[in-house]
């Protein structure tokens, strides 16, 4: 027997979900760190260019699939592609994802799992103490914490309990009150510290950093990260947001709820760079590991307040629920798999998927220094993240979730039925004005500029 398909509350509860999905640490941890490496200013715009002409419209074609074929991502490529060429073999797109979303989700979790050791360190008023020192909290994260492989394993094994428990709950329960109030407070102090940093000395710096391009500063390896992290940070390429989109209202509409979601997840990264880039300059940090500057420049400012420790404690329980709202989202992409296609019960497919990746997770936990070998893995990419774990996020971010894209944008574009497509954007919506517009990036402009970032780079890769 199919179970009732749970719905959202409303207009309200999916963006709120959707929203929650795209912001996560890959606004708050990836994004920063990522323009870091990459110098800033090319890679923060062709990222914004990467969201405007590729995120958004496949944003729209992923949500619209989701509610008009009322599945998870395999099920719908398998409806969706049964009476067109390549017919079953579309499923592959659904398939991708699932695995996508279980890669991410085993690393994802790992880092997660840091939020919650900074909680942990508020509460018992060490983390006041250590953000007074810059260069001792850098120590402690760097040198200290990310060796230890049992103690992230701990969090990040306390983080996928925490994130299974949600999905368990299902729809409503679960995944749209976290959603609902934690957000607009996470906004909030978001806010606050764009207006505290617009003060300090390092800002002008900061700005520049970010929006002044050269162009000669990045190669194709930059723009594939850039195009990945467009992906990875707005949950595209893999189905969760066209899983989303199956729970969404018929009342609701599509092309508004798109862009407000790209909208916002696109000025919290940025937010999130002036913040730490501004910390940055102000006080000449020497970054020892850029991929931790999430959580070794926003204490040194917080403790200044009064009740710092607390004060610090809290900002990172709001991140936590922040990751929380997009883990949940990467666990429901490959649990609604099992409950739509395998028929499972949405309690075993929940504490199953969950246990598996909480369990694969665990070797990433290990491998950014904890254990030699995993943490010298090959590393396929050049960010700071090392090992076992920099690898899969580096084939996730870049491969899956842009080939992934790639697909679902030729498969919208060219084998679904236009008239479909305009019979499901309409719906909720009333005249949609953009939909030429929006026809033409789906079909020529993301696949194109997808592509080519793909075979410069493997054609690179050759050449070397
Ligand atoms: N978009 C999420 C973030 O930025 C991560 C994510 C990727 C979630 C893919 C779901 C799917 O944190």
Redesign the pocket.
């Known amino acids: 027997m199919t179970q009732p398909r749970g719905q959202w509350s409303g207009k309200l509860g999916f963006i709120l979900a959707a929203a929650g999905?795209?912001?996560?640490?890959?606004?708050?941890?990836?994004f920063p760190y990522m323009a870091y490496e990459n110098q800033g200013g090319a890679f923060v715009l062709i990222y914004i260019a990467a969201v405007l002409t590729v995120g958004i419209p496949i944003m729209m074609a992923e949500i619209l699939l989701g509610r008009r074929f009322q599945s998870s991502p395999v099920g719908t490529f398998m409806k969706a592609g049964a009476d067109r060429p390549g017919g079953k073999l579309w499923a592959g797109v659904g398939f991708l994802g699932v695995l996508?979303?279980f890669v991410?989700l085993s690393y994802?979790s790992v880092v997660a799992g840091w939020t919650l050791h900074y909680i942990l360190l508020a509460l018992k008023g060490q983390l006041g103490e250590l953000a007074r020192q810059p260069e001792l909290l850098q120590d402690h994260f760097v040198n200290g914490f990310l060796a230890n492989g049992w103690q992230q394993s701990a969090y990040h094994l306390t983080f996928m309990a925490l994130t299974t428990g949600a999905v368990f709950f299902g729809v409503k329960g679960g995944i749209e009150r976290v959603a609902r109030y934690l957000m607009p407070l996470l906004f909030t102090i978001l806010i606050v510290l764009v207006i505290y940093a617009t003060t300090t000395p390092g800002f002008d710096r900061a700005m520049s950093f970010l929006f002044r391009a050269d162009f000669m500063a990045i190669d194709r390896y930059g723009f594939l990260e850039a195009i990945g992290q467009a992906?990875?940070?707005?949950?595209?390429?893999?189905g969760?947001m066209l899983t989303y989109g199956s729970y969404m209202n018929r009342a609701n509409s599509i092309p508004r709820s798109t862009l407000q979601i790209c909208g916002l997840?696109t000025l919290i990264g940025l937010a999130a760079c002036v913040i730490m880039f501004s910390i940055i300059f102000s006080f000449d940090m020497q970054i020892q590991k850029s991929s931790t500057i999430l959580f070794t420049t926003l204490p040194t400012v917080l403790v200044q307040l009064p009740g710092g420790n607390i004060v610090n404690g809290l900002f990172y329980l709001l991140i936590a629920f922040?990751?929380l709202t997009?883990?949940i989202?990467?666990l429901e992409?490959v649990s609604s798999f099992a409950i739509d296609e395998l028929r499972w019960s949405r309690r075993r497919a929940t504490l199953t998927m969950g246990s598996a990746i909480a369990v694969f997770g665990v070797l990433n936990a290990w491998s950014l220094g904890g254990s030699q070998a995993l943490s010298t893995v090959n590393p396929l990419g050049r960010s700071s993240t090392q090992g076992l774990f920099g690898t899969l996020d580096y084939l996730a971010a870049n491969w899956f979730?842009p080939v992934g894209g790639l697909l679902i944008a030729l498969f919208v574009g060219w084998f679904f039925r236009r008239g479909d497509a305009f019979a499901e954007l309409t719906e909720g919506h009333g005249e949609v004005r953009g939909f030429g517009l929006w026809r033409f990036l789906i079909r020529f402009v993301a696949p194109i500029v997808v592509g080519a970032i793909i075979v410069s780079v493997i054609l690179g890769y050759e050449y070397q």
């Open positions: 999905s795209a912001i996560g640490l890959g606004n708050l941890w990836k996508a979303g991410i994802y992906f990875f940070s707005l949950s595209l390429g893999m969760a997840d922040a990751a997009s883990t989202s990467l992409v979730l």
